[in-house]
Structures are given as C-alpha cells and as structure tokens.
C-alpha cells in the first residue's frame, strides 16, 4: 500500500473517530456545579476542551487504523469472506 493511500485512510479514521470521542466525557453545566448564562440550554456542554477531543481521537483513530492495516497486511477479513450473496 503506498503511503498516501495509508495517509488519506488514516484521515478518514480520524474523521470518524472524532464522532465516537465526542459524546464521552460531556459535562452540563449543572454537573460541573456552574452557573447557565443566559439563554444558554441547560444541555449545553461546560468547558469545551478541542485539545482533549483532539488527543482522545488521534489515540483511537491510531488504534483502528493499526487493526486495519494488520488486516491489510495478514489478510484476516477479506472481501470475498463478506460476500454473503454471491457465495459458492
């Protein structure tokens, strides 16, 4: 596999894994004990921290991506092992 394609599938990884981080460790602000602004929804998250979300997803895109390319390289699941129509 040439590096870019790896590159560009580990980019993916990483976009997808942002979704799986985000909803973990979401504090309201009643949780946290502070007070709501005005006109904020009592839902909305308290001290939004992009560098934790970005530390938390490099770390799980990095560990699906090695199972990914462990697959790649030994040939685990392959695509006719998920050909569940065309099966002989």
């Not at 394609?5 to 980019?11: E, G, K, N, Q, T």
């Not at 199972?67 to 099966?87: K, P, Q, S």
């Amino acid at each position: 596999m040439r590096w870019q394609s790896m590159l560009a599938i580990y980019i993916l990884f990483w976009a997808f894994s942002v979704f799986l981080v985000l909803p973990f460790g979401v504090r309201t602000a009643q949780e946290a004990g502070a007070e709501l602004v005005p006109g904020q929804a009592e839902s909305a998250p308290h001290g939004f921290s992009p560098k934790k979300i970005a530390i938390r997803t490099t770390i799980v895109a990095t560990v699906l991506f090695g199972l990914f390319f462990l697959n790649y390289i030994n040939g685990w699941v392959t695509a006719d092992m998920l050909d569940w129509v065309h099966r002989k």
